[in-house]
């Protein structure tokens, strides 16, 4: 795991400056303690990173989960409840991986898949513009269209340019030079501006801004614009911070019932997130999602049983290792490592950084995931592709992650049910002559009961005196319900003069008396023609 540690460190760096604010916005969000988003946060780099099989995702608290965390905590009366919940959910993941259910994960179609990593990268964007002002009512983390602080997206935007804060817009557009200037210009004139990286250099100019500035000055940056990370007196009050599940709660059903909730939702958007990731990989790795929701089960459980908040792999962190050149899970690793270490040595650094430089590095990460040139690519893949990713994109950005990757998958499927439709047969003409048409009805190599519809209307579309030859000699798999289509057109094609030729592996007959009786009279199952 250190053969790449050239790599990975300066993109646990990048992953650190990004993590940080996003564990105690997360946090914020959720309703529950700053330090909780801080522990699964450090649980979810150093735990569930050096279980995880994936080289290149980071997990952490998720922002889908905040609105759940949110209810739950009031519904189950408390927060030490609600940490039940979570260990709960963590076991029910772990069932999950014993039962190989990772493999959901691959049935997501890569249009909805490339459609989720661009709605995230647009929602960045747009959730970043008002702490790049210095306008920071919604915490970090706030991802859903209605946010908590009772505006939405849009309105938040505007209502920040009516709230600029002076010192943090500056010091965030100087962030953002920087950035860019080492992506694009200083990265390419030597190894040491690849070892350093350009966040880093970002957030170091943001708290010598804030110590020459202050707070109170013109140019200064208020304290509520900077990082709120909890700075404990000593020893007792930093284990104070911690908190512990009350078991006695295991006896309410509703404890269960949110259990069930967190661990289904945090499997899903993990499984989402391996897929997304592993697409975004420039090295190709391959996550094992079975041993990703193992991973993912025990740093819950762990999370629960210290009082943090519940975890999956989050694109938004993991999405940053890659850009930054992360290889392996040590990057992972070290980020979490960082986090425990900073909150414990170094708070008050910490609370000196600004956030509107953290919103600058955060709005590069979102500009990479939802390059322009992507629409581009996804309009000349076709009608097919293009309207699920549209889809996608445009519903995680007015709802949230999930119903967003619903709809989309929603439409994916419809798209597929269309193109089965379409793909069911193909018919030709070949002879007129004589007063009788004669028509070569070819089926494909699988027709399923997707396929009834194309097929019932093309027979009933035939004209009288036609002769009909049924070609099955492809087909591979024929679906039950066709051979029942097949066999009420029977009662059609005597009345309409149809003469029929069926043509297959198992022989060739004119005008079958029964088509359920050709194929071994199995009326009630479904034929293999194999």
């Given at each position: 795991?250190?053969?790449?540690?050239?790599?990975?460190?300066?993109?646990?760096?990048?992953?650190?400056?990004?993590?940080l604010p996003l564990c105690l916005g997360?946090?914020?969000?959720?309703?529950?303690?700053?330090?909780?988003?801080?522990?699964?946060?450090?649980?979810?780099?150093?735990?569930?990173?050096?279980?995880?099989?994936?080289?290149?995702?980071v997990s952490g608290p998720a922002a889908g989960l905040a609105a759940i965390v949110l209810t739950a905590i009031g519904t189950l009366g408390g927060y030490e409840n609600f940490l039940v919940a979570v260990v709960l959910g963590g076991v029910i993941q772990l069932i999950f991986g014993f039962l190989k259910a990772g493999v959901i994960g691959y049935y997501f179609p890569s249009s909805v898949i490339k459609g989720m990593l661009t709605g995230i990268g647009i929602i960045i964007i747009?959730?970043?513009?008002?702490?790049?002002?210095?306008?920071?009512?919604?915490?970090?983390?706030?991802?859903?269209?209605?946010?908590?602080?009772?505006?939405?997206?849009?309105?938040?935007?505007?209502?920040?340019?009516?709230?600029?804060?002076?010192?943090?817009?500056i010091i965030g557009f100087i962030g953002l030079g920087i950035l860019i200037l080492w992506s694009n210009v200083l990265s390419k004139k030597g190894k040491i501006f690849n070892l350093i990286q350009g966040p880093l250099v970002a957030v170091v100019c943001g708290i010598i801004y804030f110590i020459i500035t202050g707070s109170e000055s013109k140019f200064g940056i208020s304290t509520s614009h900077l990082v709120s990370v909890p700075v404990p007196d000593n020893l007792d009050s930093f284990l104070g911070q911690f908190s512990f599940p009350n078991f006695s709660a295991i006896t309410n059903s509703e404890v269960w019932v949110i259990a069930f909730t967190i661990a289904l939702v945090a499997s899903l958007e993990t499984l989402l997130c391996v897929e997304a990731t592993d697409k975004l990989d420039p090295h190709k790795n391959v996550t094992p999602t079975n041993r990703e929701l193992l991973a993912q089960g025990t740093g819950n459980i762990l999370s629960g049983l210290v009082g943090g908040l519940p975890i999956t792999q989050v694109i938004v962190r993991s999405s940053a290792n890659i850009q930054s050149g992360g290889r392996t899970k040590m990057s992972a690793i070290i980020h979490g490592l960082f986090l425990l270490i900073s909150v414990i040595l170094i708070p008050n650094l910490l609370n000196k950084i600004p956030l509107s430089v953290l919103a600058a590095i955060l709005l590069i990460v979102g500009?990479?995931?939802?390059?322009?040139?992507?629409?581009?690519?996804?309009?000349?893949?076709?009608?097919?592709?293009?309207?699920?990713?549209?889809?996608?994109?445009?519903?995680?950005?007015?709802?949230?992650?999930l119903v967003g990757i619903g709809l989309g998958l929603g439409v994916g499927i419809i798209v597929i049910l269309l193109k089965s439709y379409?793909?069911?047969?193909?018919?030709?003409?070949?002879?007129?002559?004589?007063?009788?048409?004669?028509?070569?009805?070819?089926?494909?190599?699988?027709?399923?009961?997707?396929?009834?519809?194309?097929?019932?209307?093309?027979?009933?579309?035939?004209?009288?005196d036609t002769y009909l030859e049924i070609d099955l000699i492809k087909t591979r798999y024929l679906d039950n319900d066709i051979i029942e289509i097949l066999e009420d057109f029977l009662f059609k094609a005597k009345e309409r003069n149809i003469d029929i030729k069926l043509v297959s592996k198992r022989?060739?007959?004119?005008?079958?008396?029964?088509?359920?009786?050709f194929f071994n009279e199995r009326p009630k199952s479904d034929l293999s023609l194999s």
């Open positions: 795991m250190f053969k790449y540690i050239k790599n990975d460190l300066p993109a646990s760096i990048v992953v650190f400056f990004v993590a997360i946090a914020l969000a959720s309703g529950a303690p700053l330090f909780s988003g801080l522990i699964s946060g450090i649980i979810g780099g150093t735990i569930v990173g050096s279980l995880s099989g994936s080289k290149i995702g747009l959730k970043q513009i008002p702490h790049f002002f210095g306008y920071d009512a919604d915490p970090e983390g706030d991802f859903a269209f209605f946010q908590v602080d009772g505006e939405n997206t849009f309105s938040e935007i505007f209502k920040s340019l009516n709230n600029i804060s002076l010192g943090s817009t500009y990479k995931l939802a390059k322009p040139a992507l629409f581009k690519q996804m309009y000349k893949l076709g009608w097919k592709q293009f309207v699920p990713f549209t889809v996608t994109v445009v519903g995680i950005v007015f709802t949230d992650l379409q793909n069911s047969h193909f018919l030709h003409i070949e002879d007129k002559s004589n007063g009788k048409h004669k028509i070569k009805m070819t089926l494909a190599e699988e027709v399923t009961f997707f396929n009834k519809g194309a097929i019932l209307k093309e027979l009933d579309s035939l004209p009288i022989g060739i007959v004119e005008n079958p008396a029964s088509f359920i009786h």
